[in-house]
């Protein structure tokens, strides 16, 4: 089977170009002056249009298995494909968690069956508990090795706890000590794999919670209960543990302008540090809480306007290497309840794409950036580069075809995941991902994803001389 994209405006972090994509047996074939492709069975015409290298959604919850109730793969990864994605990685706070290799292997077998777009696996850190299959985990091809840090997990489910005061201390795992948190950076580092947090520092927001003396009532409360310094705190002593074990450290949905500044300065040292933010951080502020209500509700929060500067700063420094969106449905029944009472996430992995798009259009970011944030900088990161992530000869064929002229309008009832409360519902924009392409198959056309589900796991490479 053998396909041309043909016309289109390649896109790519290094620049902009003219060209014809030929796509064979599933990979790139070769690069071709426009309109000289020479025959294929399949011309896709893309005048006019962008053709970046498939966007990758690397911060991915889909509940699946055990919380179904509340999403589920097949459903995430249609909305995944619907909105531009071409490849997610999953996150493993499911039931059963992904803490060892059986459930790894299991997992990906399971996926497979119903992926609509490729993913990868990440494994979770329990601390102590499973210190042992961390570089198992890795060898066996996890993205990476994610602690909730600073959150306590039930102790039979191994699920997140939202609000503290739900559950009494019995039944929880609490969080691992910072000297424990050192052993993991110490294990992961050993292993060659990749560390990546969220970054609360629990002893901090408890204090805060302590000094606020009530219950969330309105959307301040929610800031002073989980500030910046709370963020900055977990990430600086991340950068410590980073520097002395030597782990590769990643900082996930980075949401104030102090985290980000940490991160700088600390790779300005040398410390081998990345982050990641997502699209409620770069276009929502505390501002928007009157116009859409608790359900905004996301762990680390929504902060103010100077925060939202800080993270576009860092995006287009170079600080922040990718942007994900961390999809965390909850179902419509959970999102209505009060600021307090509700769990913390929002979907937004169909929604990714269009909202940075119509940032581009707007002149926030570069189309080279954005090809980086939401392409190759994201592919590098885990390892997936040059399979994923670039539009060159042998690469896996995976396009983002997008319509800079597409005019939208974010609607609730058009979303493709289980429970859509979107917070940019009613929100338009300019510029959209009109066509999918997974491994030369299309696998989306206008907004809807067409085709039988063909994704795929994929998994790093190893650790190259290059990459170190
Ligand atoms: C995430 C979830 O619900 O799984 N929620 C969130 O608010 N971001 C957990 C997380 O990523 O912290
Ligand atoms: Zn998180």
């Known amino acids: 089977m053998r396909t041309r994209i043909s016309n289109g405006t390649i896109v790519t972090p290094a620049g902009r170009f003219q060209a014809d994509v030929v796509c064979q047996d599933g990979l790139i074939a070769a690069l071709a002056e426009p309109g000289r492709g020479g025959p294929a069975d399949e011309v896709i015409d893309a005048s006019g249009k962008l053709v970046f290298p498939g966007f990758i959604d690397p911060h991915v919850h889909s509940r699946d298995p055990g919380l179904t109730e509340k999403e589920d793969f097949a459903h995430s990864t249609r909305a995944a494909a619907a909105g531009g994605i071409t490849t997610i990685c999953e996150m493993p706070n499911a039931v059963p968690p992904v803490t060892d290799v059986h459930v790894l292997r299991d997992r990906a077998a399971q996926h497979s069956e119903v992926a609509s777009v490729d993913f990868g696996l990440w494994a979770l850190s329990l601390g102590p508990e499973n210190l042992d299959q961390v570089p198992r985990l890795i060898e066996a091809g996890a ?3 994610k602690l909730f840090w600073g959150y306590a997990l039930h102790r039979t ?3 997140l706890v939202y609000n503290l005061a739900d559950e009494p201390p019995e039944r929880l795992i609490l969080p691992p000590t910072n000297g424990e948190v050192f052993q993991l950076f110490a294990a992961v580092a050993r292993a060659g794999g990749l560390l990546a947090a969220h970054c609360e520092d629990r002893g901090v927001i408890e204090a ?5 003396g009530h219950d969330l009532e309105r959307y301040d409360d929610l800031l002073a209960a989980r500030p910046d310094v709370a963020e900055a705190a977990a990430i600086a002593t991340g950068a410590e543990f980073a520097r002395a074990t030597g782990c590769r450290f990643h900082v996930v949905h980075i949401s104030s302008a102090r985290g980000v500044e940490i991160v700088r300065r600390s790779q300005r040292a040398g410390i081998s540090i990345s982050a990641e933010t997502c699209p409620q951080y770069l276009t929502l502020t505390d501002e928007d809480y009157d116009r859409i209500g608790p359900m905004m509700k996301v762990y680390p929060p929504v ?18 290497t990718s942007v994900g969106s961390d999809h965390a449905p909850h179902t419509v029944e959970e999102k209505r309840r009060s600021l307090a009472a509700q769990p913390a996430g929002c979907i937004g992995v169909e929604t990714l794409a269009p909202v940075m798009l119509d940032a581009m259009l707007r002149g926030r970011i570069s189309a080279e950036r954005l090809a980086w944030v939401c392409s190759e900088g994201t592919a590098r990161l885990y390892r997936l580069y040059p399979r994923k992530g670039a539009i060159l000869p042998g690469s896996d064929a995976d396009l983002t075809i997008v319509d800079p002229a597409a005019e939208w309008q974010i609607d609730n009832a058009r979303l493709h995941s289980k429970h859509n409360l979107s917070p940019w519902h009613g929100r338009r924009g300019r510029g959209r991902p009109v066509l999918g392409v997974l491994r030369g198959r299309v696998i989306m056309r206008d907004g809807e994803p067409v085709g039988e589900p063909s994704g795929r796991p994929v998994r790093p490479a190893e650790a190259r001389p290059a990459d170190a």
């Open 143 to 145: 993205v990476g090795v």
């Open 157 to 159: 489910t191994r699920q």
């Open 208 to 212: 805060c919670q302590r000094s606020l």
């Open 303 to 320: 902060r103010r306007a100077a925060d939202r500067e800080g993270i576009w700063q860092g995006l287009l420094d170079g600080t922040i």
